[in-house]
């Protein structure tokens, strides 16, 4: 009688969705162009990567649009330092996309202990640098830099799935045919 009570309740379980289930992700990766100007540790092999991860899609048509209110996490690294969600940061996040929902500018500015990462979409106006990180050491005082002005980088989009509730049904089905097993 024990055991068709537990096929039962893991047959409801099953097929009710009672079992925990992750969120969907939506992950953008950043991929800089190498450093063409260097000082300190910095460099010339060194560039900014990173990612954000958001609930959902960017949604189409956006003109620097911030987003950063529903970033869930981030990680940017500049080649010697890497901030990140979890790290003191000020993070902001621009994004521009075409009517696909596809990153075409974007302004991404970190800054917290040891120092800054920026990345520009196309070159800001009166400005020639797209991405740039720097290291601050004792006093604020700049210990390297390193900055890339010959390209812009580019991003990738990424949609991570939810599991899948066919397993919760087959497991639903499993415990249902278990406990109508043992009633006979």
């Given at each position: 009688m024990r055991t068709l009570g537990l096929g039962l309740a893991i047959g409801l379980w099953g097929l009710l969705g009672l079992a925990p289930t992750a969120a969907a992700l939506e992950i953008y990766t950043y991929t800089g162009n190498t450093y063409d100007s260097v000082s300190g540790s910095y460099t010339t092999s060194m560039r900014i990567t990173g990612s954000i991860q958001t609930p959902v899609p960017l949604g189409p048509n956006l003109i620097l649009q911030d987003v950063s209110a529903g970033i869930l996490s981030y990680s940017f690294n500049d080649g010697l330092q890497t901030l990140a969600g979890g790290t003191p940061a000020a993070a902001s996040f621009l994004f521009s996309t075409d009517a696909a929902g596809v990153i075409v500018d974007w302004t991404v500015q970190l800054s917290g202990s040891p120092g800054a990462i920026v990345s520009n979409g196309p070159p800001v106006p009166g400005s020639d640098i797209i991405d740039s990180g720097s290291g601050l050491g004792g006093f604020g005082r700049v210990t390297g830099t390193g900055s890339g002005a010959t390209a812009q980088g580019s991003w990738v989009h990424v949609f991570?799935?939810?599991?899948?509730?066919?397993?919760?049904?087959?497991?639903?089905?499993?415990?249902?045919?278990?406990?109508?097993?043992?009633?006979?």
């Open positions: 991570v799935p939810e599991p899948s509730t066919a397993g919760l049904l087959l497991l639903g089905l499993f415990g249902l045919a278990r406990a109508g097993r043992q009633a006979h």
